[in-house]
């Protein structure tokens, strides 16, 4: 069973930036294909981020593309999600997610992770 654990969120103000780490209690990380959702409350979850393998390819959501980067050191299993000027709509539980393999194109899609950690809280007040 793998375990993921988020850090990184807080209460911050419009135009702020943070960083979200996620490590995975796993040796093999290099084989897992990673992903970042949100969910902001009385919202569906919604992919926000994703990266192969080997971090060579990483997929974004639109209304995050520009300012959010997703990257991911193997060694440390661990998958990153810097955010740069945050804006209140960011506001959301970010849930860092996991799939032992490539997921080639439905990778905006939860059901197909498998693994999943308990969420960290990003507050952007205005």
């Known amino acids: 069973q793998v375990q993921l654990v988020e850090s990184g969120g807080g209460t911050v103000q419009a135009g702020d930036s943070l960083r979200l780490s996620c490590v995975a209690s796993?040796?093999?990380?290099?084989?897992?294909?990673m992903g970042w959702f949100r969910q902001a409350p009385g919202k569906e979850r919604e992919f926000v981020a994703a990266?192969?393998?080997?971090?060579?390819?990483?997929y974004y959501a639109d209304s995050v593309k520009g300012r959010f980067t997703i990257s991911r050191t193997n060694a440390k299993s661990t998958v990153y999600l810097q955010i740069h000027s945050l804006k209140p709509d960011d506001t959301a539980v970010y849930y860092c997610?996991?799939?032992?393999?490539?997921?080639?194109?439905?990778?905006?899609?939860?059901?197909?992770?498998?693994?999943w950690g308990q969420g960290t809280q990003v507050t952007v007040s205005s």
């Open positions: 997610a996991g799939r032992r393999g490539n997921i080639y194109t439905r990778y905006t899609i939860p059901t197909n992770y498998d693994y």
């Open positions: 796993v040796n093999t990380f290099s084989m897992y294909f």
């Open positions: 990266i192969t393998l080997s971090g060579g390819t990483t």
